[in-house]
């Protein structure tokens, strides 16, 4: 593993996917109850919660002793062209392309990665749910580690943007970690598959053919101003 390196371009990456996450881990919150009893099964790539039974993918692992992440596709007991481990592997083909050294890094250390409130190996599948098309994670205890699960199932799909609920979004996510909110805002519709035009300091959102979302920012690009923009008839 790398040492004496940085997680800088990581962070930054990872707060910059804050808003998705957090809308995507309210999404998963309200189809299952996440705090009650669960059954994983990897080889039949599912998670289920009570009755309901939901297809997901395995992000990768945290070792509690040794304080290090691993990527599910470089665990050597699980067949690397499963269910869950397979779709896992496009997250190191994007390790060059993004310029994160860590997507296609076996295993590293987690000391530096940021903790954006449920420890570092939840902020690593923060980044990792949206590039395997996973809406929200389940973080599972084994014991001797954390592993964390992406939610690949129709049954929670990704929620649907709208002008009302937008704001309330990207203001949540900039009072966790203020200064991100124009990044956060470029990711969130970058994910979601949404126009945007603008400028540095005043963002367009079009949220459809009759709906778009203006986003004003300060200085310290946090979100300031929001305001719905009329349509010609």
């Not at 799909?157 to 937008?166: G, S, V």
């Not at 949540?172 to 300091?201: C, E, K, N, W």
């Amino acid at each position: 593993m790398p040492d004496a390196v940085t997680h800088d371009r990581f962070n930054e990456a990872v707060l910059a996917h804050l808003a998705v996450a957090m809308e995507a881990q309210d999404a998963l919150s309200a189809a299952v109850n996440l705090a009650g009893p669960y059954q994983a099964d990897i080889a039949a790539a599912t998670l289920t919660f009570g009755e309901t039974t939901l297809r997901v993918v395995l992000l990768g692992t945290v070792s509690k002793q040794g304080g290090t992440w691993r990527w599910s596709w470089a665990n050597q007991g699980f067949p690397p062209d499963s269910p869950a481990i397979a779709p896992v592997h496009r997250i190191a083909e994007l390790a060059q392309a993004w310029g994160l050294w860590e997507l296609g890094q076996a295993e590293f250390w987690l000391h530096g990665i940021v903790d954006t409130g449920l420890g570092p190996g939840a902020s690593i599948a923060v980044l990792a749910c949206p590039l395997v098309g996973a809406v929200g994670f389940f973080q599972a205890d084994y014991g001797a580690g954390l592993a964390y699960f992406g939610i690949v199932d129709q049954q929670v799909p990704r929620p649907h943007p709208t002008i009302d609920a937008l704001p309330g979004v990207i203001l949540r996510a900039d009072d966790r970690f203020p200064g991100m909110g124009r990044r956060q805002l470029l990711t969130y519709a970058s994910v979601h598959d949404l126009r945007i035009t603008g400028s540095d300091r005043s963002l367009i959102v079009h949220l459809g053919p009759d709906a778009a979302l203006q986003v004003d920012f300060d200085a310290n690009d946090r979100p300031i101003r929001f305001g719905s923009i009329p349509r010609p008839a």
